[in-house]
Structures are given as structure tokens and as C-alpha cells.
T-cell receptor, first 115, second 114 residues
Framework: ETGVTQSPTHLIKTRGQQVTLRCSSQSGHNTVSWYQQALGQGPQFIFQYYREEENGRGNFPPRFSGLQFPNYSSELNVNALELDDSALYLC??????????????FGPGTRLTVT | AQSVSQHNHHVILSEAASLELGCNYSYGGTVNLFWYVQYPGQHLQLLLK??????LVKGIKGFEAEFIKSKFSFNLRKPSVQWSDTAEYFCAVNPNFGNEKLTFGTGTRLTIIP
């Protein structure tokens, strides 16, 4: 166990709907990253938040958005869901201290199915 | 954009065999390198990481990896595998600037036969 929790565990949505996924960071961590892992693939970086500000974004459209709260928990929001959004969504937290040694701790993920 | 290649998609070994999983990346600058493992039904966890210094890195559970800058490689090794090493293994790269964006390979599924 890493201390990173995600909710819900599983979710089924219909194309066009909106979804919010939640992540609670490990205690003492100030950075959270979100990844999408399609079946049979490695995780793909969506974006990262550091002290409530976006700090890097991958090749995902603007309908993927996020928030980080003062307690460093985070949300991932996806609007206008498409079938290809079906995947495992992973949250990872770390303690960012500038360029240097760090480690991302991953949560168990939320399995999203879009029908 | 940087990319990570893991050429072995599925590796099957017998217990006590030696293991080497390949990882190559395409980025010319300074990089941080990682190997993560995902055991069946569990979350991703870090096996080992390289930031600087000795290019031979030792991790948990007897794993090690060697960073060869001239070959853009970071191969994972274990001298003698166990049945409990059955898992999915992911190599990841982070160019050393600004944030912790990890670029992952597609993973290698390792099956150990007792």
C-alpha cells in the first residue's frame, strides 16, 4: 500500500457524459500526477499539479481538466466522454522539491468504462 | 517528444533463470530513469530509479539496472528469478527539467514457471 487512494474503483458512463475522479495524496506530498492506462499499454501522462497549479501537461485535449486542493488531494474531470476514454486512470503523488531525487507513489486506479 | 521502447512484450522463464528486460529511450538530454512493477491485482510500485552517479543501480527484491548513456538504454536484470516475480514491468523516463512527467514504455509481461 502506498497511502494514495482513489475513488471510485470502477465507473461506467455513457458517451457524452462528464466524469470526476478523485485522488487523495500520501501524507506530506505536494505534487500529484494523473495518468491514463489503456488496456495493454503503459500509463500515459495527462497532467501534473504542484501546489494547486498545473505543472506540465501531456497530449490530452482540454476536455481533460484537473484541480488540486489545499490539502493536496486532486480531481480529474473529463467532459464529453468518448469511447476511447475507457481506461484505467492512475493518480500518483510525490514530494517535489525542484530538480532532484523524487519518487511517484501510485494509487490503485479508477477503471472507467464508456459505453 | 521522448519515447520509451520495451521490445520484449512477453517473457516466459523458469524459476532460477536469469532475467534481462530491455529498455531504450529517445531523448538526448539528461534523464531520470525508472523501473516500475505491477503484480497481478496490485498497484504500480517502484523497483529502482536512476538520477545520477553510479550507472549500476540496485533496487528492491534483488533487481538491478544499468544505465548506458551511449546506448540510451536502462536494462533491468535479476540473476535468479522466482515465481513471485510474475508481473508486468514498465520502464519510464523523465527528462530532467521542470516537472515529474514520466513517459512509460508499453510494458513487458513476465511469466515465471515453477
Amino acid at each position: 500500500e502506498t497511502g494514495v487512494t482513489q475513488s471510485p474503483t470502477h465507473l461506467i458512463k455513457t458517451r457524452g457524459q462528464q466524469v470526476t475522479l478523485r485522488c487523495s495524496s500520501q501524507s506530506g506530498h505536494n505534487t500529484v500526477s494523473w495518468y491514463q492506462q489503456a488496456l495493454g499499454q503503459g500509463p500515459q501522462f495527462i497532467f501534473q499539479y504542484y501546489r494547486e497549479e498545473e505543472n506540465g501537461r501531456g497530449n490530452f485535449p482540454p476536455r481533460f481538466s484537473g484541480l488540486q486542493f489545499p490539502n493536496y488531494s486532486s480531481e480529474l474531470n473529463v467532459n464529453a466522454l468518448e469511447l476511447d476514454d475507457s481506461a484505467l486512470y492512475l493518480c500518483a503523488s510525490s514530494r517535489w522539491a525542484g530538480q532532484g531525487n523524487y519518487e511517484q507513489y501510485f494509487g490503485p486506479g479508477t477503471r472507467l468504462t464508456v459505453t | 517528444a521522448q519515447s520509451v521502447s520495451q521490445h520484449n512484450h512477453h517473457v516466459i522463464l523458469s524459476e532460477a533463470a536469469s532475467l534481462e528486460l530491455g529498455c531504450n529511450y529517445s531523448y538526448g538530454g539528461t534523464v531520470n530513469l525508472f523501473w516500475y512493477v505491477q503484480y497481478p491485482g496490485q498497484h504500480l510500485q517502484l523497483l529502482l530509479k536512476y538520477f545520477s552517479g553510479d550507472p549500476l543501480v540496485k533496487g528492491i527484491k534483488g533487481f538491478e539496472a544499468e544505465f548506458i548513456k551511449s546506448k540510451f538504454s536502462f536494462n533491468l536484470r535479476k540473476p535468479s528469478v522466482q515465481w513471485s516475480d510474475t508481473a508486468e514491468y514498465f520502464c519510464a523516463v523523465n527528462p530532467n527539467f521542470g516537472n515529474e512527467k514520466l513517459t512509460f514504455g508499453t510494458g513487458t509481461r513476465l511469466t515465471i514457471i515453477p
